[in-house]
């Protein structure tokens, strides 16, 4: 256990669904990020969010939409996506964005479209 | 561009001595991380690496050259749970985490 938890851990979703991953962490940091990890590729940075702000934005389609409510919690909304979009998604977080701190990451939740 | 290479796959015996190299190209340095990964399970950190030279955590340590681009994770006295796969990752002058590919280590008995 790292302190940070994702729901759902699986999730199947056909092209035209809509639905909306979920993290939460229970650390005190105040950055949150959301990754992407596909088979044999490098991590891939989606959003940053530090104190609640968006500093972060890598050029996501905006199918993907994130939420950070409050520095606790950080939701993905996801609708209209596509097969290539099936990987794990992966939620960290760290103190604060930078200085040299370790980034603390969920278990991930596995997306297939289909 | 930005670009962090590191071998794909790696053999080793269990109680042997593995190192895993990692060289990178960045825009700015601020720092070198090493995470582990088992198979479907998150990264979990291991060491992080600001200025050149050796860091020592028991059975693991790395190494730092910021004038050659180049870090290494030594693992020692292997054991059959040291299998997973080892990303290396380097936070660039933005303060951002670039990431490798991860090289998967396979432990023989």
């Known amino acids: 256990e790292t302190g940070v938890t994702q729901t759902p851990r699986h999730l199947v979703m056909g092209m035209t669904n809509k639905k909306s991953l979920k993290c939460e962490q229970h650390?005190?940091?105040?950055?949150m990020y959301w990754y992407k990890q596909s088979a044999k590729k490098p991590l891939e940075l989606m959003f940053v969010?530090?104190?609640?702000?968006?500093?972060e934005n890598n050029s996501v389609p905006s199918r993907f939409s994130p939420e950070c409510p409050n520095s606790s919690h950080l939701f993905l909304h996801l609708h209209t996506l596509q097969p290539e979009d099936s990987a794990l998604y992966l939620c960290?977080?760290?103190?604060?964005?930078?200085?040299?701190?370790?980034?603390?990451f969920g278990p991930g939740t596995r997306l297939t479209v289909t | 561009g930005q670009n962090i290479d590191q071998p794909t796959e790696m053999t080793a015996t269990e109680g042997a001595i593995v190192q895993i190299n990692c060289t990178y190209q960045?825009?700015?340095?601020?720092?070198l991380f090493w995470y582990q990964q088992h198979a479907g399970e998150a990264p979990t950190f291991l060491s992080y690496?600001?200025l050149d030279g050796l860091e020592e955590k028991g059975r693991f340590s790395s190494f730092l050259s910021r004038s050659k681009g180049y870090s290494y994770l030594l693992l020692k006295e292997l054991q059959m749970k040291d299998s997973a796969s080892y990303l290396c990752?380097?936070?660039?002058?933005?303060?951002?985490?670039?990431w490798g590919a991860g090289t998967k280590l396979i432990i023989k008995p």
């Open positions: 650390l005190g940091h105040n950055a």
């Open positions: 960290a977080s760290s103190p604060t964005w930078d200085g040299g701190y370790e980034q603390y």
């Open positions: 690496n600001v």
């Open positions: 990752a380097v936070k660039d002058s933005n303060y951002q985490l670039i």
């Open positions: 969010y530090n104190f609640k702000e968006q500093t």
């Open positions: 960045t825009s700015g340095f601020n720092g």
